[in-house]
Nanobody, 117 residues
Framework: QVQLVESGGGLVQPGGSLRLSCTAD????????MAWYRQVRGKQREVVAR???????DYADSVKGRFTISKDDTKNMLYLQMSSLKPEDTAVYYC???????????WGQGTQVTVSS
């Protein structure tokens, strides 16, 4: 079982920035891709950003131009730099990884991000 651990969440004012981090317990280059999802209580979990084993990235329309996903293969780390945060970005953010055969989804425990004045 893959272990993913998120950190970096917290309370931030609208317009502020946060950087989320996700540590994997193995070489992340072994994954097909990694992603950040978020979920608001009572709503479906949604993908925020994804990065493949190379450098290709994809973003939800709602965060394009404000969020940046990146990774450091040497440190087995995934990041999400969030800027110009809005109250609607408030959610629990989850780190996700998929193996090369795409038969599984691995999840972290989540980290709360609250955007409020």
């Amino acid at each position: 079982q893959v272990q993913l651990v998120e950190s970096g969440g917290g309370l931030v004012q609208p317009g502020g920035s946060l950087r989320l981090s996700c540590t994997a317990d193995r070489n992340i280059f072994s994954f097909n891709d990694m992603a950040w999802y978020r979920q608001v209580r009572g709503k479906q979990r949604e993908v925020v950003a994804r990065i493949n084993s190379g450098t290709r990235t994809d973003y939800a329309d709602s965060v394009k131009g404000r969020f940046t996903i990146s990774k450091d293969d040497t440190k087995n780390m995934l990041y999400l730099q969030m800027s110009s945060l809005k109250p609607e970005d408030t959610a629990v953010y989850y780190c996700n990884a998929r193996p090369r055969d795409l038969t599984s989804d691995y999840w972290g425990q989540g980290t709360q991000v609250t955007v409020s004045s």
